[in-house]
């Protein structure tokens, strides 16, 4: 069974401060993804990565770093935390094999700025 | 870049009928149309998909339909049960993108007893 975990669960940060959220998956999976889901937008993508060393930019990539220090694991970095930044932000993970690009998601983790 | 639409945010049906959630998409160059299922406080899980090979394709009580003439795809669940309660989003991946998807805004279906 595909793994994805996401830690923390629950963060609440202060405006101006810095947040990393971590994410770790066991899939072995060339892959990472990260979202952001907010009522009536759906999941955006934000930064994804198709391996160790390397990040793209996603869709909404403005006010968030990415790293990628190994396979496992993939982590999202907001340097200036502001309040439109609130979400709750899924890690995934997946694989293109033969066209296929079922992604693997983690449980999610609910980011309040205050 | 891709644009996905999911024309309904709600939708209520009771136990035993048939849902249908439609979605449009706007990049022709689109090929691979995936569905998730989100239960209450839970990250997206799998369900089903469909590639630009086919317009039909059914795993049990689901099936995918796809127009490429129009841009649309829809998912159909049959024989509704209250497990099917749940957020559902349509994505869409153009080929070569990456194994990116775009996803579509959600349709929370509640199935009524």
């Known amino acids: 069974e595909a793994a994805v975990t996401q830690s923390p669960r629950n963060k609440v940060a202060v405006t101006g401060g810095k947040v990393t959220l971590s994410c770790n998956q066991t899939?072995?999976?060339?892959?990472m993804y990260w979202y952001r889901q907010d009522t009536g937008h759906g999941l955006r993508l934000i930064h994804y990565?198709?391996?160790?060393?390397?990040?793209e930019k996603g869709d909404i990539p403005d006010g968030y770093k990415a790293s990628r220090p190994s396979q496992e694991n993939f982590s999202l970095i907001l340097e200036l935390a502001t309040p439109s930044q609130t979400s709750v932000y899924f890690c995934a993970s997946g694989d293109a094999v033969g066209g296929l690009a079922e992604q693997f998601f983690g449980p999610g983790t609910r980011l309040t700025v205050l | 870049g891709e644009k996905v639409e999911q024309h309904e945010s709600t939708l209520s049906v009771r136990e035993g009928d048939s849902a249908v959630i439609n979605c449009t998409y706007t990049d022709t160059a689109s090929s691979y149309f995936p569905w998730y299922k989100q239960e209450a406080g839970k990250g997206l899980h799998f369900v089903i998909d469909?590639?630009?090979?086919?317009d039909r394709k059914q795993s049990q009580r689901l099936i995918v339909l796809l127009d490429k003439k129009a841009k649309r795809f829809s998912l159909h669940i049959t024989a509704t049960q209250p497990e099917d309660s749940a957020i559902y989003f349509c994505?869409?991946?153009?080929?070569?993108?990456?194994?990116?998807?775009?996803f579509g805004g959600g349709t929370r279906l509640t199935v009524r007893p």
């Open positions: 469909i590639r630009s090979n086919v």
């Open positions: 899939n072995n999976h060339n892959n």
């Open positions: 990565s198709y391996g160790a060393g390397s990040t």
């Open positions: 994505a869409a991946s153009p080929r070569n993108a990456g194994a990116k998807l775009t």
